[in-house]
């Protein structure tokens, strides 16, 4: 941009902010101010992020074809696997996970049928740094739900030894 479009619109946007704040006192000025730089402030550093990436992690015997978190879709496992996807929004105080399970081409050549599944659990616990939200399929379609600030799951231990792969 040319100097002098540059200084015509700084001389513009001078005297926009004279003529708009020309009658309000400089104490409501600076309280307005303020106010500004503290919604900022709080927005930008101190409010709990609500966005994540989901992280699935199958401990079953049959494919997950697809699950959902609230409606936001986090891929498809395979037997054992794991996989995940990113950028949802992910607040609120509960949690839907609906997942349809596939199968293996021996599972349907034994007549296995594709199943559709949910459950509703709370929100777990988040803080400021955790940026995944773990989605453990367990057996008896049963789901364990835990956030963290990685890739790894706090409770993969414990799980794939309560859980372990049958080879």
Request: proline residues 6%; glycine residues 12%.
């Amino acid at each position: 941009m040319p100097s002098n479009a540059r200084g015509i619109l700084t001389m513009l946007g001078r005297w926009v902010f004279r003529r708009v704040f020309r009658g309000v006192p400089t104490w409501i000025q600076v309280v307005g101010v303020l106010a500004i730089l503290a919604y900022v402030g709080w927005y930008n550093f101190l409010r709990m992020p609500e966005g994540g990436s989901l992280r699935g992690h199958s401990y079953i015997d049959r494919p997950i074809y697809s699950y959902w978190v609230n409606d936001n879709w986090g891929g498809n496992l395979a037997a054992f696997g794991g996989g995940a996807t990113c950028c949802w929004s992910l607040g609120g105080g509960s949690v839907e996970v609906v997942w349809i399970l596939s199968m293996s081409k021996k599972q349907q050549e034994q007549g296995m049928e594709q199943e559709r599944h949910s459950v509703t659990l709370p929100m777990p616990e988040r803080s400021r740094e955790d940026r995944y939200l773990h989605v453990h399929f367990l057996p008896k379609n049963r789901v364990e739900l835990v956030w963290s600030p990685d890739f790894g799951s706090p409770l993969t231990d414990k799980l794939e030894q309560e859980y372990p792969r049958d080879g």
